[in-house]
Nanobody
Framework: QAQLVESGGGLVQPGGSLRLSCAASGEILRKYDMAWYRQAPGKQRELVAGIGSGGRTNYAGSLKDRFTISKNGANATLYLQMSNLQPEDTAVYFC????????????????????????WGQGTQVTVST
């Protein structure tokens, strides 16, 4: 089966942006629909965005306002540009083959995904005393 490798995740503050990448192959991008999914702790995996072999896109709910799915055949990569990230976007993000909508079973194998964590972090204590 085709090997998909996700990358680009990390820790970002609320309001920040990230671009995820999914390395595939040129043949896969040309022939198949592809999608990004995510799975938050304790929740089921859900489709985030899909892109058809012809380039038509589909997004879950209101994510279209903040997320953009795209692909580049020249470097055989699927992308997910995410902006104005919020803590509820924290999840492991995966790419897979064969679907652009939720009611569809992807045909590729699930890889490890890439972790996206949206948080302010612990901060640092500042004490001012006389």
């Amino acid at each position: 089966q085709a090997q998909l490798v996700e990358s680009g995740g990390g820790l970002v503050q609320p309001g920040g942006s990230l671009r995820l990448s999914c390395a595939a192959s040129g043949e896969i991008l040309r022939k198949y629909d592809m999608a990004w999914y995510r799975q938050a702790p304790g929740k089921q995996r859900e489709l985030v965005a899909g892109i058809g072999s012809g380039g038509r896109t589909n997004y879950a709910g209101s994510l279209k306002d903040r997320f953009t799915i795209s692909k580049n055949g020249a470097n055989a990569t699927l992308y997910l540009q995410m902006s104005n990230l919020q803590p509820e976007d924290t999840a492991v993000y995966f790419c897979n083959i064969g679907c652009t909508i939720s009611r569809c079973r992807p045909i590729g194998s699930w890889s490890q995904g890439t972790q996206v964590t949206v948080s302010w972090g612990q901060g640092t204590q500042v004490t001012v005393s006389t």
